[in-house]
């Protein structure tokens, strides 16, 4: 079982819909962190969570610490945020472990 | 633009060859973070420094090193190189040692023939 398990993996949407990627993780964390990766394989960061909740425009990045998940939410997506999104835990001692990615399609 | 400078873009190499790859921080950034992302094994985290001291390391072969030097930048060496090296090399850097936000580098995109 993956440290860090993303779902879905493949999500499909149409522009202005509000979109949900989740992030569940099975060890002790520091912080927790929100990745977009372009095709053409640039990474921005996102947020970075260690509790709570925080957004920045249309984003909105939560976590429940004792759960073991985050939420990504999109409000009304837009083309533009066509791209892979990546959930990354940074473990006790400065390893930071990924998830595979969800891989988002907004077509207009 | 994120700061976060790397080279080369692209590098292509025959196998058993050494490669260096080169990363220049943020301003003011002192950790340095180094990963891989291949089609198989996605992202992995390969080794960080601060200040210039190793200070956690990843899934890193023996055949790859790397070091940061007193003006912050850092410098991935990997040798003997195989055709499964071939991968984006990301680094990333961060103000502090044990958290921040992580500011990524367009990475440097490694084939091996």
């Known amino acids: 079982k993956n440290e860090v398990e993303q779902s879905p993996q493949n999500l499909t949407a149409q522009e202005g819909e509000f979109i949900t990627i989740n992030c569940s993780y099975s060890v002790g964390i520091s912080a927790l962190h929100w990745l977009q990766q372009h095709p053409g394989g640039g990474i921005v960061s996102l947020f970075m969570l260690s509790s709570g909740k925080k957004k920045h425009g249309r984003l909105i990045a939560t976590i429940n610490i004792q759960e073991k998940h985050s939420s990504l939410h999109i409000t009304a997506s837009d083309p533009r945020d066509s791209a892979v999104y990546i959930c990354?835990?940074?473990?006790?001692?400065?390893?930071?472990?990924f998830g595979a990615g969800t891989i988002l399609r907004v077509k207009s | 633009d994120s700061g976060v400078t790397q080279t080369p873009k692209h590098l292509i190499t025959a196998t058993g060859q050494r490669v260096t790859l080169r990363c220049s921080p943020r301003s003011g950034d002192l950790s340095v973070y180094w990963y891989q992302q291949s089609l198989d094994q996605g992202l992995q985290f390969l080794i960080q420094y601060y200040n210039g001291e190793e200070r956690a390391k990843g899934n890193i072969l023996e055949r790859f090193s790397a070091q940061q030097f007193p003006d912050l930048h850092s410098e991935l060496n990997l040798s003997s190189l195989e055709l499964g090296d071939s991968a984006l090399y990301f680094c990333a850097s961060s103000a502090w040692d044990t958290t921040g936000e992580l500011f990524f580098g367009e990475g440097s995109r490694l084939t091996v023939l």
């Open positions: 990354a835990v940074m473990e006790y001692g400065n390893k930071l472990v």
